[in-house]
T-cell receptor
Framework: SQTIHQWPATLVQPVGSPLSLECTVEGTSNPNLYWYRQAAGRGLQLLFYSVGIGQISSEVPQNLSASRPQDRQFILSSKKLLLSDSGFYLC???????????FGDGTRLSIL | AQSVTQLGSHVSVSEGALVLLRCNYSSSVPPYLFWYVQYPNQGLQLLLKYTSAATLVKGINGFEAEFKKSETSFHLTKPSAHMSDAAEYFCAVSYTGNQFYFGTGTSLTVIP
């Protein structure tokens, strides 16, 4: 069966520090991969999605970036975090277009 | 624009009462529709999906949803609420691409 792993579960970072969140999927190949941010009490905001290695689409201009160095690995990064980057970050995968998305357990990021 | 609207950001029901969470979509093409549940500090879990087969879709945990094209709705129901149903619920829609559009969520409270 397919599984998705996301880490770390929680992270506290100072303003201006770098960020790297990692997401890996097991049990499937060539998945669509997604990064979302969920602000407190709000819905999901799509940040990036990828349909293949090295293919990244950005939905919202920001100081975050994403990379897909391997088929089942999706990384969310920042060179300098802002206070507004605080939130709950979720990684998801799907088998293709219009297929259900399956989510990781999320990373709670707090910026001090 | 393609979107999904969840009416009611907070719904409270008594234990054993009917649960009804509303979702309406706007689309010029046939949609794929999904309901997800999110427990505190966790990722989203797929409850059910509509993919143009039967209009009444049964999901996990006793939930079901009915696709009504004439009303552009996909409301989520459960005949009898349990305490364990207390969570955040998200409706999502997908069309011909690889993106999902999520509603802003409905927080369900179950009163003992």
């Amino acid at each position: 069966s397919q599984t998705i792993h996301q880490w770390p579960a929680t992270l506290v970072q100072p303003v201006g520090s770098p960020l790297s969140l990692e997401c890996t999927v097991e049990g499937t190949s060539n998945p669509n991969l997604y990064w979302y941010r969920q602000a407190a009490g709000r819905g999901l905001q799509l940040l990036f999605y990828s349909v293949g290695i090295g293919q990244i689409s950005s939905e919202v201009p920001q100081n975050l970036s994403a990379s897909r160095p391997q088929d089942r690995q999706f990384i969310l990064s920042s060179k300098k975090l802002l206070l507004s980057d605080s939130g709950f970050y979720l990684c998801a995968w799907s088998a293709g277009n219009n297929q259900p998305q399956h989510f990781g357990d999320g990373t709670r990021l707090s910026i001090l | 624009a393609q979107s999904v609207t969840q009416l009611g950001s907070h719904v409270s029901v008594s234990e054993g009462a009917l649960v009804l969470l509303r979702c309406n979509y706007s689309s010029s093409v046939p949609p794929y529709l999904f309901w997800y549940v999110q427990y505190p500090n966790q990722g989203l879990q797929l409850l059910l999906k509509y993919t143009s087969a039967a209009t009444l879709v049964k999901g996990i945990n006793g939930f079901e949803a009915e696709f009504k094209k004439s009303e552009t709705s996909f409301h989520l129901t459960k005949p009898s609420a349990h305490m364990s149903d207390a969570a955040e619920y998200f409706c999502a829609v997908s069309y011909t691409g690889n993106q999902f559009y999520f509603g802003t969520g409905t927080s369900l409270t179950v009163i003992p």
